[in-house]
């Protein structure tokens, strides 16, 4: 069974610290994905990465960053939390690289509040 | 901008069916459709590629108008494991639509 791992079900931080949410998979997928998640806004993507090193923003990627340094792993970054960063983040891997007509694999998510 | 779903949610009892509708205003090239049980992760149910496919997962089935820009989902003769939220993602662009809650009652 694919796995996708994320660090932490619940975080608490507070505003103007730096977030870290990591997200591991173990079936050698080549594109990963970070998405927030809010009521009646569905997922919506932040950045996704298609190789090692590679990344491209999604529809909001302001106030967040990423990294990819091995395969398996990818981390999106809050470099000030904001309390408008309070929500749901989902990570999630398929294969395929550039090409993104792939069953993606989810994980199940980390509720953040930023106080 | 993301697909437009609807309804945004419905109420079922066991045994009836359902339709869920995506539409996007920019071309479609794949629609993908997830759902979503409280408290747990999206699970992938479909795939369709083409303009005019259609297909099944369990009494799941749904249908891809590439012209028109929009997809169908199909719940047919509900059970209550169908219970949770129904999110359809367009590709061309990675997005999803804002998600259809369903509650399957007994």
């Known amino acids: 069974d694919v796995k996708v791992t994320q660090s932490s079900r619940y975080l608490v931080k507070r505003t103007g610290e730096k977030v870290f949410l990591e997200c591991v998979q173990d079936m050698d997928h080549e594109n990963m994905f970070w998405y927030r998640q809010d009521p009646g806004l569905g997922l919506r993507l932040i950045y996704f990465s298609y190789d090692v090193k590679m990344k491209e923003k999604g529809d909001i990627p302001e106030g967040y960053s990423v990294s990819r340094e091995k395969k398996e792993r990818f981390s999106l970054i809050l470099e000030s939390a904001s309390t408008n960063q309070t929500s749901m983040y989902l990570c999630a891997s398929s294969f395929g690289g550039q090409t993104t007509y792939n069953e993606q694999f989810f994980g199940p998510g980390t509720r953040l509040t930023v106080l | ?106």
Not at chain 2, 11 to 37: F, M, T
Not at chain 2, 41 to 60: C, D, N, R, S, T
Request: aromatic letters at 10%; one cysteine or more; glycine letters at 10%.
């Open chain 2, 1 to 106: 901008q993301q697909p437009v779903q609807s309804p945004q949610a419905v109420i079922l009892r066991e045994g009836e069916d359902a339709v869920i509708n995506c539409s996007s205003s920019k071309a479609l090239y794949s629609v993908h459709w997830y759902r979503q049980k409280h408290g747990e992760a999206p699970v992938f149910l479909m795939i369709l590629l083409k303009g005019g496919e259609q297909k099944g997962h369990e009494k799941i089935s749904a249908s891809f108008n590439e012209k028109k820009q929009q997809s169908s989902l199909y719940l047919t003769a509900s059970q209550l494991s169908y219970s949770g939220t129904y999110f359809c993602g367009s590709w061309g662009k990675l997005q999803f639509g804002a998600g259809t809650q369903v509650v399957v009652t007994p």
